[in-house]
């Protein structure tokens, strides 16, 4: 009722503030200035002193509120996540006192935007909050510290992305993702229905890329791809962001070359940037990977797990033509240290677009890259390029050809020696964010049983 009763006004001599952002808050000190954000942190002292660290998506501002300006109803009920709007001088800090940018605001006038309820975020998440809790509240979730960092780092990761490509003369395709065809087996397909017709959501814009070769050359696409993954594993989501390149008239060792290529700049782009420090605040120890990568092939790789006991759950050990699980896999990178390109895997445990090697026919032209404490953040190969065999790579998979037809007349009109790759973002991101999961490295994840927010 005290506190109802009590209005502050602006003070009319003092001067007109300009409205600034946090980011450029240091530039700014010593002038009245006018901030708009969310309470981030808030802690009274006695009735006379509040502190609220405020934020703005560029950044966090200590503001400190005296007397009637935190004796006000909108003071007293105010709660975190609240929005509000603060006038007042930033003074840098003297020696000893701690805030953000070393600087507070001191508030002459305040005005509430959007009021939060009493305790603020902590009634949708607290340090008691499972995991399930966790992920109901991630609209919630994301305005805390680390998630906003990986959501900035991912935005300045795309923006590397097509800076490398744009640099190195590829052109961005924006390829459709509601389709007729597969390209990585049934298993994974989401079908839908389309206008009566069965449809799935794409696994990968692989097929129209290479379509669009003849058209613009070495080119790329950044699109969503679906796989209707079974299993929750770490680095596994139903929904991600697919970064794909191809590249007409390449061998398949300037293919890696390009792969290689992709990744240390893309890293060393990022760490040139203004934002390097998204990635140091999150892992303090990265470092951009030197070239060359390490190259392997697989036939080695199943001779690795044998030599280092790496086995099946039922102690017997991988043998050649056995796909190498996650598990396995992730051992012997994590006992590596360092990238792996893996080489030349079996057809029968790959796709049908891929070709065989000269030197061995049971062996394709493809590439796993491997990163430690992530696994496969890469999937690539040369394609197919002769007609007949191709036919004969959709008839060992049972697949109809009719759906196909334009995929096939890129063998008939033109074709060429070509490849390409997908790279997960989300997997990209963990390993330079070093997360422990693929799940944190996205907005809302999608992946069994969870489809919101
Ligand atoms: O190895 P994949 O299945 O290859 C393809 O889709 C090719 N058609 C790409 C191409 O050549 N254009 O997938 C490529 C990459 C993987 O290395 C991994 O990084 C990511 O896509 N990926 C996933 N990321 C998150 N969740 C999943 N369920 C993923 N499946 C694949």
Avoid at 208 to 232: F, N
């Amino acid at each position: 009722e005290e506190a109802r009763a009590i209005v502050i006004q602006q003070d009319a001599s003092l001067p007109q503030p300009k409205t600034i952002k946090i980011r450029s808050a240091k530039e700014s000190r010593d002038v009245r200035v006018k901030v708009f954000g969310w309470v981030h942190r808030l802690r009274r002292q006695g009735r006379v002193l509040m502190f609220v660290v405020l934020r703005d998506g560029t950044g966090y501002l200590q503001c400190v509120f005296n007397d009637q300006l935190c004796q006000t109803y909108d003071a007293v009920t105010l709660a975190t996540e609240a929005t509000i709007c603060v006038y007042g001088v930033i003074k840098s800090l003297p020696e000893g006192k701690t805030a953000p940018d070393g600087h507070e605001m001191v508030v002459d006038y305040w005005e509430l935007i959007g009021a939060s309820p009493a305790g603020g975020a902590d009634n949708l998440l607290n340090e008691e909050s499972g995991v399930d809790v966790m992920l109901d509240n991630r609209h919630m979730l994301i305005r805390g510290d680390n998630m906003s960092k990986m959501l900035k780092l991912r935005s300045v990761l795309i923006k590397a992305f097509r800076d490398h490509y744009y640099d190195r003369g590829y052109f961005e395709i924006t390829p459709p993702t509601l389709v007729q065809t597969q390209v990585e087996g049934g298993a994974t397909l989401f079908k839908l229905d389309y206008f009566g017709q069965e449809a799935y959501l794409t696994q990968s814009s692989q097929l129209y890329l290479e379509t669009a070769t003849p058209a613009v050359g070495d080119c790329y696409c950044i699109a969503q791809s679906y796989r209707a993954e079974q299993s929750r594993t770490r680095r596994h989501l139903a929904e991600y962001t697919h970064i794909e390149g191809e590249c007409p008239f390449v061998t398949f060792e300037e293919l890696l070359d390009r792969i290689e290529d992709l990744i240390v700049d893309v890293a060393q782009r990022v760490m040139d940037s203004p934002f390097a420090h998204l990635v140091t605040d999150l892992n303090p120890n990265f470092k951009v990977p030197k070239k060359p990568f390490k190259r392997m092939d697989y036939t080695d790789a199943i001779k690795y797990l044998k030599e280092h006991n790496i086995t099946k759950d039922d102690g017997t050990f991988y043998e050649f033509g056995d796909d190498i699980p996650e598990a396995p896999e992730r051992k012997m990178t994590d006992e590596i240290n360092e990238p792996i390109m893996l080489c030349r895997f079996p057809a029968e445990i790959k796709s049908f677009y891929m070709p065989r090697t000269k030197e061995d026919n049971r062996l394709t032209e493809s590439v796993d890259v491997l990163m430690p404490n992530v696994g496969e953040i890469v999937g690539g190969s040369m394609r197919t390029w002769k007609y007949e065999e191709l036919v004969d790579g959709f008839k060992k998979n049972n697949l109809p050809l009719e759906p196909y037809y334009w995929y096939l007349d890129l063998r008939k009109y033109g074709s060429c020696p070509h490849g390409g790759y997908g790279l997960g973002l989300e997997r990209y991101l963990t390993w330079l964010a070093n997360r422990q999961h693929i799940r944190d490295c996205t907005i809302y994840p999608r992946f069994v049983d969870r489809c919101r927010p």
